[in-house]
């Protein structure tokens, strides 16, 4: 087991149930303790997570699964569930599922009685080496995404790298997609070893998941709010989020990481026609992910529509579309700008490679 300190918490990685059963022994002994699951959390992970003797008579609160349900409708449920309940501010809330059971359980408990503890199980490769760290918490609202939402950290969280063993493979590969944007702003030698990966060796990935981890901790405890090196962070999502958005209503939808993957591509070659990166490190970047994801066919009719996505963005600072780019593998630039004819260019750099 790792564990990585984080501003005023741990994040404990591996086989971690031991020691998530002694934690909240220790200092939840005698307090209500609520696990908020959805169904497939429910099924995979929860007997695990009930088999802990700190949590053998903590109440069970299930909501459906998916992103349609990060709303305030569902957060209403919560609120009222707790309030019906009777907890007060000595309770616990356990998160136990996927970046929108981490998001929406975090916000929830967050601001019921302002405030009560919560700890994290994340059970998805995204949720366990992104959504899970950096206190971002959050809820959709009038279909916006994450419109509503926080800052505060969780008391611990365990990423029990066994839970993965039961999600898709579509759902690994779009939490995967994090993975390779932590190593392409963060460090080359990282990202050599991904394209050395043997997927099957689970050691191996407790390992890949930790340095992910270590990556985004690092980051956000230089810059909680997200002023200035979080940006970092973004690397891909300004055209990866414009994509996902646009393929959103779509019989053939994008899974998160299977849009940024596409971002990444195209801002790696934006970041060579500003002046930074070396066609090489371009080509090097491209091929390895397009070696990972499955080729999406992008329609050129649909750019104009992508940019004003884009000029949408909530990260833009004033008139122009706000990047973050790489200056070469490793290392990024953040608070960058970029003509539409460079940003259609990078969407025909991704179609024709
Ligand atoms: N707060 C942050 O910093 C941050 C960062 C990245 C993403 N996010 C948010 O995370 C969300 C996406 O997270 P996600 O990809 O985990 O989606 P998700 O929570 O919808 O989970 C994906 C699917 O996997 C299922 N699942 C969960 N654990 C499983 C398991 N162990 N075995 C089998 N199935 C399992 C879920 O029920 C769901 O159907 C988005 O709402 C996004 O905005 C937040």
Redesign the pocket.
């Known amino acids: 087991m790792f564990e990585i300190k984080s501003a005023d918490y741990s994040v404990f990685v591996g086989d971690v149930l031991t020691k998530a059963d002694e934690l909240i022994s220790k200092s939840y002994a005698r307090c209500h303790k609520v696990i908020l699951v ?1 169904e ?2 429910a099924k ?2 929860l007997p695990q997570i009930q088999g802990l003797a700190s949590l053998k008579n903590a109440e069970v609160l299930q909501i459906q ?3 349609e349900h ?1 709303t305030l409708e569902t957060t209403s449920r919560i609120w009222k569930h707790l309030s019906s309940n009777k907890l007060n501010r000595t309770a616990l809330f356990v998160n136990v ?5 981490i ?1 929406m359980g975090g916000f929830a408990s967050s601001t019921y009685k302002r405030g009560i503890d919560f700890i994290n199980f994340p ?2 490769l ?2 366990q080496v ?2 899970s760290i ?1 206190g ?2 959050g809820i959709d609202f009038e279909g916006l ?2 419109e509503i939402g926080i800052f505060k950290n969780p008391k611990a969280v365990f990423v029990h790298t066994e ?2 063993q ?2 898709n493979e579509r ?1 690994v590969l ?1 939490g995967f997609a994090e993975i390779i944007k932590h190593a392409l702003i963060a460090s080359k030698n990282y990202f050599n070893e991904l394209q050395e990966l043997n997927f099957e060796n689970i050691e191996e990935f407790d390992n890949i998941i930790r340095q992910s981890i270590e990556i985004k901790n690092n980051i956000v405890l230089q810059d909680f709010e997200e002023r200035s090196i979080r940006k970092a962070l973004n690397f891909g999502h300004t055209i990866g989020h414009a994509i996902e958005s646009e393929y959103l209503n779509r019989k053939n939808s994008l899974l ?1 990481g299977e849009a940024i993957a596409i971002g990444m591509i195209c801002e790696t070659y934006l970041s060579y026609l500003s002046g930074f990166i070396s066609m090489e490190d371009v080509m090097e970047t491209a091929n390895y992910i397009n070696s990972v994801f499955t080729k999406v066919d992008l329609d050129s009719n649909n750019y104009h529509r992508l940019i004003e996505l884009m000029q949408h963005d909530k990260k833009n600072i004033s008139n122009g579309i706000n990047f973050t780019l790489l200056e070469r593998i490793g290392i990024a630039k953040v608070n960058q700008t970029c003509s539409v004819d460079q940003i259609i260019d990078a969407l025909d750099f991704y179609k024709n490679h």
């Open positions: 959805d497939n959390s995979y992970c699964s998916g992103e990060k599922g996927g970046g929108v059971i998001d059970t998805t995204l949720s992104d959504a950096g971002k918490l995404k994450n839970f993965l039961t999600l759902q779009s998160h």
